[in-house]
Structure formats: C-alpha cells, structure tokens
T-cell receptor, first 113, second 114 residues
C-alpha cells in the first residue's frame, strides 16, 4: 500500500505571496490532518478534514486554510506569507475512527524569504 | 485542553545500552497516547499507541511504553539501542473525541554513540 504523499517536497516563496500544498492520503483513508513543525514552536495541529468537511481546527490565523476533495486528497493554502511561516508542513491520514493513530507523510519544506 | 512534557530535550547513550525517554501529560479527560519517531529529513513514523487495556504497550523496532495513569506518564523504553535508533522522538496525546488532533511534546533527540 502506498503511503501518504505530499507535493512539492520543497518550496521557496517570497513574503506576501501565497502557496498551496497538496496531500494524497493512503487509499481508503478518509481523514486528512495537517501539522506545522518549526524549531521554536514544535509540532502544531492546523486542521483536520473528514469526508470533505473540516472536523477540527487548531489555533492558526485565517491565512491558513484547507480543503478536501471527494477522493480524500487535501490541499492546504497559506495566503500573504510571512517569514514565520517557514516550516515543515506535515500531512497525516487515517481511517478517521477513534484511536487510529495518523500516518504521516514526508512533509513539505516551505521557506519564505 | 491537553499538554505534553517531554522531560529531556536530548538523551545520549552508548550502543547496546538501555534507554528511557520520559513523557508526562496533562488532561482533564481520558486520552489516547502515542509515540512517534522522526528520522532526519523525514516525516513521523508511529512507534506505538495506548488506547486502553494493558498498560504495557509494545511497538515496532523493539520499543515499548508503559502507561501510568496515577503519574500521568507514558515513558518509552528500549532494552538495547542501535546506531540506527538515532532520531527525534515525540510523545503525543489526543482526547477521545478529537482523535485525529494530536498535541505533541517538544521532542527528545536520542543520540547513540558507538
């Protein structure tokens, strides 16, 4: 079974631009969640989508948004990029039922200059 | 709300020695507990999880963890480490409702010396 895939793996953007990251979950998984990893703040939950609906949301500004498609693939968008948005963005998928530990992808490394 | 404290930011050990990575959590409700490992330039890999039942949980790569409800701890152990265990280890919790929303500790960097 193929794992969680994220594209692109690396990205360099300029402050003020916007960016879209993509995540393809494991086949059959209906839940996709997103995390931001930085040296200072560690791993922080952004949001979770299940069956195209946002089910949980972390404490991030509205510049961070996401969506999920009918095939469970998910995208995350960050508008008006700031230097502090530089991070590893991790996507995780799961069946969505209670107690199933999410399976993480390799991440997208975003650098904002 | 939940929080997780990993008591050691770095743990150096010699190869074939035992290791324990400590994790304490805080929560007003029952939780699920997880340990993940992150190798350089990779995502997170699930080592093991505690949902209910036996407090001793066995995971992959010879790791195990013990859930202690009274001490709100979930320490990770391995009796004999290898060079390949060098990585960062993260403890995480979720409540029973938002099971896909994990709260992570700050991580423990495990360095294995030959």
């Amino acid at each position: 079974k193929a794992g969680v895939t994220q594209t692109p793996r690396y990205l360099i953007k300029t402050r003020g631009q916007q960016v879209t990251l993509s995540c393809s979950p494991i086949s059959g998984h209906r839940s996709v969640s997103w995390y931001q990893q930085t040296p200072g703040q560690g791993l922080q939950f952004l949001f979770e989508y299940f069956s195209e609906t946002q089910r949980n949301k972390g404490n991030f500004p509205g510049r961070f948004s996401g969506r999920q498609f009918s095939n469970s693939r998910s995208e995350m968008n960050v508008s008006t990029l700031e230097l502090g948005d530089s991070a590893l963005y991790l996507c995780a998928s799961s069946l969505g039922s209670i107690g199933t530990g999410p399976i993480f992808g390799p991440g997208t490394r975003l650098t904002v200059t | 709300a939940q929080s997780v404290t990993q008591l050691d930011s770095q743990v150096p050990v010699f190869e074939e020695a035992p290791v324990e990575l400590r994790c304490n959590y805080s929560s007003s409700v029952s939780v699920y507990l997880f340990w993940y490992v992150q190798y350089p330039n990779q995502g997170l890999q699930l080592l093991l999880k505690y949902l209910s039942g036996s407090t001793l949980v066995k995971g992959i790569n010879g790791f195990e963890a013990e859930f202690n409800k009274s001490q709100t701890s979930f320490h990770l152990r391995k009796p004999s480490v290898h060079i390949s265990d060098t990585a960062e280890y993260f403890c995480a919790v979720s409540d029973l409702q938002g099971a896909q929303k994990l709260v992570f500790g700050q991580g423990t960097r495990l360095t294995i010396n030959p």
